[in-house]
């Protein structure tokens, strides 16, 4: 009877913030549509926020009794663009509150307490200045942006500079940028980053890439794209982090349109990693307090081996709208002896079936199947597992969709504990006015074993999201 109390108090003081934010939020977005200003157009995106979380009361000796969770947030989007002059404003922020306070151990503790000021944080996910006619046939970007580098994207805040097809060389496009790499909860100004981005289009169908990023050491990555026929594409890369080769892979993609056939094979190859990678960030940094002082971006050691995957895309040419896919998944490890919680031998086979518009079902959506893992970690530990999964979507009176998900699995294949499964679904709701202007409630279930180690056999949360674009 306390549990309930205590979820309806919850969901009761954030009523206020849910009604007040759709209200406003709905409201602005029918006064004002683009607005044409003298000099441009300009759009403004808003995305309210509000979820309430609650659970099992904790085991207090483990973990703080806290079965409760509040969370807001607000995400702005500005775009001022003034073609004639080929100049644009581009911003996008992100401003999270925990309205009820969450204690340190916390099974709700996330990035609001870690690494936030006053349970509170504001970021800057970009904001710059886009220039496209300053230099002829070249764009200049000037601020905080995200720009492509050696296997992922980079946050900086610095100059980005693109020039395609430069000097009539048609054969040819590359991208420069330059500046202070920005990381919302790590310190790494001290350094400068910056990077250059060839592309070759050396004959027709083929386009090949060299991509470098400079920071500390010098990271590379080489990667072409060649479709010698309509319905067949092949791909290869190749990346050296920190001059140390990292992975590499090749895949091939082809469509019988003839029989509705998608067929894809993909080799992958990783090399053994035991440095510190300035790139990705993992929370098995060694670093101590980790949540509350990050030095650095962290990779945690990868051992070496080699990954086979073969998947298939069969459509049903006597019903419309069904299709069956499966894929194969085989790797192995260089040596048995380097297995570990994260890398192991396994094999792992789904299959399940796509419907989409079937049976004349207007607006129906739905995607359901099963995969089959078998993992030999190491002499004395085996792990099988079975996931199920399925999502289902109905559109209906042309605004409002129904929509849930159902997840399970028999044992975590990740993990040194026996028969550790997991139970999740969800549901939802959204009345959508237009492609830009929504609202949504979702509901989520989660039941996992790992979460019995603190005496809690299940997490609850209701989100009520607002979305508009005026």
Known sequence: MEKQKGVITVLRSGSCIVLFSIVLIFFAGSVFAEMDLPYGTLNVTSKTQYQVKWSTPPDKFMVPNDSSDQDFEEQVGVNWDWREKGVSLN???????????????????????????????????????????????????????????????????????????????????????????????????????????????????????????????????????????????????????????????????????????????????????????????DWQSPEKDLGKDIKRLYLARERAYNQFDISISQAIPTQEGLSVFSRVSIRKLDSSDDEDLYTTDFVSFTAGININEWLHLNGFHCSVGITKWWENRDTYYEAKSISVFADVRQEFFDRWEISGGYYFKTEDVNSLIENEAANNYYGALKYRVDENEWAELKYEYERDDYYKEFGVSEINSLTATVYVRF
């Not at 996008?92 to 509150?97: A, E, F, N, S």
């Not at 230099?135 to 946050?155: A, E, S």
């Not at 289009?201 to 309509?230: C, Q």
């Open 91 to 281: 911003f996008l922020g992100r401003y999270r509150k925990d309205l009820d306070g969450t204690p340190e151990g916390s099974i709700f503790q996330d990035y609001i307490d870690a690494c936030g000021h006053n349970r509170q944080q504001a970021m800057v996910y970009y904001g710059y200045l886009e220039f496209t006619d300053l230099v002829p046939d070249y764009d200049i970007r000037l601020g905080r942006q995200y720009v492509f580098g050696v296997d992922q994207n980079i946050q900086l805040d610095g100059l980005w500079f693109r020039g395609d097809r430069p000097l009539g060389i048609d054969w040819m496009s590359f991208e420069a940028f330059g500046g202070m790499p920005s990381q919302p909860f790590a310190n790494l100004r001290k350094d400068g980053i910056g990077g250059l981005n060839l592309e070759f289009y050396p004959m027709k169908n083929v386009i090949l890439h060299a991509d470098t990023t400079f920071y500390k050491e010098n990271s590379w990555e080489l990667y072409g794209d060649w479709r010698p026929y309509e319905n067949l594409r092949m791909d290869a890369h190749g990346a050296f982090i920190n001059n140390h080769a990292r992975y590499a892979f090749f895949n091939v993609v082809g469509d019988i349109e003839k029989t509705g056939t998608t067929i894809g094979l993909k080799y992958y190859r990783n090399f053994e990693i035991k440095y510190d990678s300035d790139f990705i960030f």
